[in-house]
């Protein structure tokens, strides 16, 4: 079954580096997104991102975030500062583009990048 | 925030079938009922989604009442791997982009051998 597949499981950084998670979206889909979960907390939405550009963010998304797609396979989230309140689970998915014929359109979820910011 | 009210916790015996109960009395006629679940911090994984009429696949059922203001998931015969976070979500499923999902605090379900 195809799969979101996310680098690194956990990576520990310094407050102030930066940060770059990696993802790799189901193959055929062309809707990607990032969440993140605080311990002991909801999963937030953070940004989508479709056909290049960013079509909706979370107020959680400042500039300190930025999100890119480098190739045709991965999507990448930078954090270019990192806060000790970054500290969190990251999940990516993706969704496939679908008409107006076409019934739902289900978002899978990769297994998330912890950070760890100390 | 979600849309969606659903109890806090709940615990069901193992081999028994549990029901999860969730009120979305304020869905839109084009917002689907979505179904998630969270396995201790893993990533959130599709469960199953519906419009109006019951769906069935093979994790789940979803009965959606016929005011579609309700719905309820049912795990057939809970094991103890299905002790997760459950989520209920109504998303528009169609149409104008892909919104994204608003996560709210979800069910705690607890399978009990």
């Known amino acids: 079954e195809p799969e979101v597949t996310q680098t690194p499981s956990h990576q520990v950084t310094q407050m102030g580096q930066e940060v770059i998670l990696r993802c790799v979206p189901i193959?055929?889909?062309?809707?990607f997104y990032w969440y993140r979960q605080i311990l002991g907390q909801k999963v937030e939405f953070l940004v989508s991102f479709y056909n290049n550009e960013i079509s909706e963010k979370s107020e959680i998304f400042d500039d300190q975030f930025s999100v890119e797609r480098p190739d045709g396979s991965n999507f990448t989230l930078k954090i270019r500062s990192t806060k000790l309140e970054d500290s969190a689970m990251y999940f990516c998915?993706?969704?496939?583009?679908?008409?107006?014929?076409?019934?739902?359109?289900?978002?899978?979820f990769g297994e998330g990048s912890w950070l760890t910011v100390v | 925030d979600a849309k969606t009210t659903q109890p806090t916790s709940m615990d069901c015996a193992e081999g028994r079938a549990a029901n999860l109960p969730c009120n979305h009395s304020?869905?839109?006629?084009?917002?689907?009922v979505y179904w998630y679940r969270q396995i201790h911090s893993q990533g959130p994984q599709y469960i199953i989604h519906?419009?109006?009429n019951n769906e069935t696949n093979e994790m789940a059922s979803l009965i959606i009442t016929e005011d579609r203001k309700s719905s309820t998931l049912i795990l057939p015969h809970a094991t103890l791997r299905d002790t997760a976070v459950y989520y209920c979500?109504?998303?528009?499923?169609?149409?104008?982009?892909?919104?994204?999902?608003?996560f709210g605090k979800g069910t705690r379900l607890s399978v009990i051998a």
């Open positions: 998915a993706s969704s496939e583009e679908i008409g107006a014929a076409i019934s739902g359109n289900t978002i899978y």
């Open positions: 979500i109504v998303r528009v499923g169609q149409g104008s982009g892909n919104t994204p999902l608003v």
């Open positions: 304020t869905i839109s006629g084009n917002e689907y």
């Open positions: 193959s055929n889909h062309l809707y």
């Open positions: 519906g419009l109006k």
